[in-house]
């Protein structure tokens, strides 16, 4: 069974990634498996994560959310391997 949980307020700085990240990590070290999506164009959870310099990345959730928009085609599961 798959749980969602958001992590969301319209204030800055008030540590959703943070918290976010230290959710993901103990779900994963439990054994649950855990997807992290970051919605915020500053990739703070991204930059949290370790990923250097996201504004570089080939595909990132904006592409796929133009894309969408743009009604063109997007890419199939398992296109991506990070």
């Not at 855990?34 to 080939?58: M, R, Y």
Request: with cysteine; hydrophobic share 35%.
């Amino acid at each position: 069974m798959s749980r969602i949980i958001g992590i969301a307020s319209q204030n800055g700085g008030v540590g959703k990634s943070t918290t976010c990240r230290n959710l993901a990590s103990v779900l994963s070290r439990e054994g649950f498996k855990v997807l992290a999506v970051d919605c915020d164009n500053q990739a703070s959870l991204t930059d949290c994560f370790g990923i250097e310099n996201p504004e570089k990345l080939e595909k990132t959730l904006y592409h796929l959310m133009m894309d969408i928009i743009s009604d063109n085609d997007i890419p199939q599961k398992g296109d991506f391997i990070i």
